[in-house]
């Protein structure tokens, strides 16, 4: 069954880099694109990253992503950590039967 | 600017219906497929639908296939989601999204959603 997994939550330092996994239960990562979206409390969600790894203008430069075929899972990469960082983060690709899925968020928390 | 604004969100019995719109400016609707996201109280994100261009063609997730229709009105440049048989579970936010690929699934702005209640 085609699922996201990512981990539930994660905390770090400002300044410190964080990494989110994306875990795809079926079938390769690598079969279509992903997304991650960044969603602070009480906002709709925005994007981050498109495509794996292409940043959207005016999302800085401190967000990557990227996917690791070997071992199935897309990663999102937040460098140089900031306050205003703080948010939950959702994975999202596609599937030909279940069409667009989301993994099910991390709360990202900058002590 | 690209900006898209639901409406049509309210407290609403099981079992009853509601019709959700999303008002679409800045860009040209009609070039676009579109799409409804939902997000239960304090959970994750869940695609309910998207719909082509032309309205021509329409998918859904499993969950509310036979009860939730996603249609488009390009003169108007809105969106609607018509809910039926609504139930405690579809409690959620709902969001309207621009799908900028329909094969990858993604979808580059969103509204600000709308609150679906479905409560006796």
């Known amino acids: 069954n085609f699922m996201l997994t990512q981990p539930h939550s994660l905390s770090e330092s400002p300044g410190k880099t964080v990494t989110i996994s994306c875990t795809r239960g079926?079938?390769?990562?690598?079969?279509?694109?992903v997304q991650w979206y960044q969603q602070r409390p009480g906002s709709a969600p925005r994007t981050v990253i498109y495509?794996?790894?292409?940043?959207p203008s005016g999302v800085p430069d401190r967000f990557s992503g990227s996917v690791d075929s070997s071992s199935n899972y897309a990663s999102l990469t937040i460098s140089g950590l900031k306050t205003e960082d703080e948010a939950d983060y959702y994975c999202q690709s596609y599937d030909s039967s279940l069409y667009v899925i989301f993994g099910g968020g991390t709360k990202v928390t900058v002590l | 600017e690209v900006q898209l604004v639901e409406s049509g969100g309210g407290l609403v019995q099981p079992g009853g219906s509601q019709r959700l719109s999303c008002v679409a400016s800045g860009f040209t609707f009609r070039n676009y497929w579109m799409s409804w996201v939902r997000q239960a109280p304090g959970k994750g994100l869940e695609w309910v639908a998207n719909?082509?261009?032309?309205?021509?063609?329409?998918y859904y997730v499993h969950s509310v296939k036979g009860r939730f229709t996603i249609s488009r009105d390009n003169a108007k440049n809105t969106l609607y989601l018509q809910m039926n048989s609504l139930r405690a579970e579809d409690t959620a936010i709902y969001y309207c999204?621009?799908?900028?690929?329909?094969?990858?699934?993604?979808?580059?702005?969103w509204g600000q959603g709308t609150l679906v209640t479905v409560s006796s």
């Open positions: 079926s079938g390769s990562i690598a079969s279509n694109y």
């Open positions: 495509e794996d790894k292409l940043r």
């Open positions: 999204t621009r799908v900028v690929d329909f094969w990858s699934g993604y979808s580059d702005y």
């Open positions: 719909i082509k261009l032309d309205g021509s063609e329409k």
